[in-house]
């Protein structure tokens, strides 16, 4: 399955003089899950809805395989979306939602079984959705949006609301989903929530674009830090003051920023310093990300 490519272009929002997007650029490519990050209230869901037809931009476009949503004849065959896990009538089954919205979609009642099934509400399928739990009903919404088996989808904060394990099977159909050639765009205002899925990232703060890459190339970009405990603490000093090491304390021992767990290892045997341990930490990407949004942990 070819999924189409996704772009905003030049894309602005103002309510009043609140400018919610300004001048936000970045496309979503086919086969690929792309994390669609930044803080609360950084413009992330006023863009999707651009995207979707349902908010009308300020400037510039948002085009879905080359075309607004709202030119394709049946924009729900090609893209679907869950926006939100609140938008279903209290009073309605699961399975009676799902029938709903299978019209516009032009499938029927055999589909909706199946994916009421699928997304792991079989045995609530009857129950009245205003009994449902967050995670029951961010669940429902992603059937919706699977009504017509669409070749892109796009989720605004799909696990909130889910347990550990609804969080791992959510990401394991993101991934299923871009691996068949579908265009997957997942908004999230945390990047831990989803660097084990994404494939691609974009983050806006502000409305504005700050980064749009792969999760690979923003990796690259986290800073690695080593942390050491040496018993002759003064020898491990002058270890790093040599070396121009930025260090600070952390417990027994010290984290050296910047360097990592190999060259440390090198420079003690080399002059001779006993360590008792040597931990090599990662870049933090949630620091990272915190800092390129202008928040704090």
């Not at 999707?48 to 709202?70: N, S, V």
């Not at 679907?80 to 032009?106: D, I, K, T």
């Not at 009504?147 to 550990?164: F, K």
């Amino acid at each position: 399955m070819d999924g189409p490519t996704l772009a905003v272009e030049d894309l602005g929002k103002s309510f009043g003089a609140v400018r919610a997007v300004d001048g936000l650029s970045f496309t979503v490519r086919p086969g690929a899950v792309t994390g669609f990050l930044g803080p609360n209230g950084a413009g992330k869901t006023t863009t999707l809805r651009m995207l979707l037809g349902l908010t009308t931009p300020t400037q510039g476009r948002a085009l879905i395989g080359g075309r607004a949503y709202a030119e394709h004849p049946v924009p729900a065959r090609l893209v679907g979306a869950a926006l939100e896990a609140s938008g279903f009538h209290p009073g309605r089954s699961g399975l009676a939602h799902l029938e709903v919205y299978a019209a516009q979609a032009g499938v029927g009642r055999a589909r909706c079984r199946e994916l009421i099934e699928m997304v792991g509400l079989g045995a609530a399928a009857t129950r009245r959705v205003g009994g449902y739990s967050m995670g029951m009903r961010q669940r429902l919404g992603l059937a919706t949006a699977l009504l017509a088996d669409p070749p892109a989808i796009v989720l605004d904060e799909p696990t909130n609301g889910l347990d550990p394990e609804g969080i791992r099977w959510m990401r394991g159909l993101l991934r299923t989903f871009a691996d068949e050639g579908r265009t997957v765009l997942v908004s999230s205002h945390l990047l831990s929530e989803v660097q084990h899925t994404v494939d691609d990232v974009v983050i806006i703060a502000r409305g504005r674009l700050v980064s749009a890459s792969s999760l690979a190339d923003l990796s690259a970009r986290a800073v690695p830090s080593t942390y050491v405990e040496a018993p002759d603490r003064a020898a491990l000093d002058r270890l790093c003051a040599d070396r121009g090491w930025t260090a600070r304390s952390d417990g027994a021992g010290l984290l050296l920023e910047g360097i990592g767990g190999a060259d440390v290892g090198a420079a003690a045997y080399g002059s001779g310093v006993e360590l008792h341990q040597l931990v090599t930490r990662g870049g933090d990407l949630e620091d990272l990300f915190l800092r390129m949004t202008g928040e704090s942990r």
